[in-house]
């Protein structure tokens, strides 16, 4: 059973609200750490949510010089591609905040695997260990329709990767390769936060809440749901028992 999610009627609460929590553990980890490491979610939800941490005064967080902006996933194309979420990242948080090149930490989505992979792997023995792998003080994930998290798709091989911390995913579905963090790197972070909006994701959500439970869970269900906190809007969370909705 997953933990109660936080709903929210509005998607500008929902940001808010998601703001104020990555805000919240940022602050409580640089209390005791140098640097924040986050690994960021593509995709278009997000979006609202970094033009939200964009628009963060100076007193509500000072220490963005602090943080360390990793991704979840990249598409394999390159950073001013459309579909690229470093582009994303950049447009709708890194310039306006003026983030130092420095303290991201992109996929080289235009590189081929055999580049791109170990490219990734290097950049990801920067971070402090934890069960001998890297760990994040948070992730931040999307999730599709299909239960798919970061670029681990249902079915695909990627997600039965153990070993490696990164990997290259051929997607069938949508025909492309993907870059994704596996899923031993996703379950090693601090803290997960779940970040669904949408009527499109109400069937996966009400799956992963009520069940039933299937054979091959979905790769969503593979993630160490002690760790995850879900941001829902009120259509992705449509089925599901809104008592605490905000
Ligand atoms: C990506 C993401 C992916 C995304 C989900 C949801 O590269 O697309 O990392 O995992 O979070 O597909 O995408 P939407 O937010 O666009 O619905």
């Known amino acids: 059973m997953a933990i109660k999610p936080h709903i929210y009627q509005e998607s500008d609460t929902l940001y808010r609200e998601c703001a104020a929590r990555i805000v919240e553990l940022a602050l409580d980890t640089l209390a005791h750490q140098e640097h924040f490491h986050i690994a960021l979610a593509g995709g278009t939800t997000p979006r609202g949510l970094y033009q939200f941490l964009s628009r963060l005064g100076h007193e509500e967080f000072p220490h963005w010089e602090r943080v360390r902006f ?20 950049r447009e709708s948080l890194f310039l306006p905040l003026q983030i130092k090149e420095s ?19 290097e950049i990801l023995e920067e971070l402090p260990k934890e069960n001998d792998a890297p760990r994040f003080d948070l992730i931040l994930l999307g999730m599709g329709a299909d239960g798919h998290v970061a670029s681990l798709f249902p079915g695909t091989p990627l997600l039965h990767e153990r070993q490696q911390v990164v990997g290259a995913n051929f997607v069938e579905k949508l025909e492309c390769r993907r870059y994704s963090l596996t899923l031993p790197v996703l379950n090693n972070a601090r803290h997960i936060i779940l970040l669904v ?21 979905l790769p969503v269900q593979m993630l160490n749901h002690e760790k995850i906190e879900w941001f829902l809007d009120a259509e992705a969370a449509r089925f599901l ?5 905000a």
């Open 70 to 89: 990793y991704f979840g996933d990249e598409r394999n194309v390159p950073p001013e591609h459309e579909e690229s979420n470093f582009r994303m990242a």
């Open 103 to 121: 303290a991201i930490k992109r996929i080289k989505g235009e590189l081929p695997p055999e580049e791109a992979v170990p490219h990734y792997q």
């Open 197 to 217: 909006s949408g009527a499109k994701k109400a069937d996966v959500i009400r799956h992963v809440f009520h069940g039933p439970d299937t054979a091959e869970p």
């Open 241 to 245: 028992d809104t008592e605490n909705e």
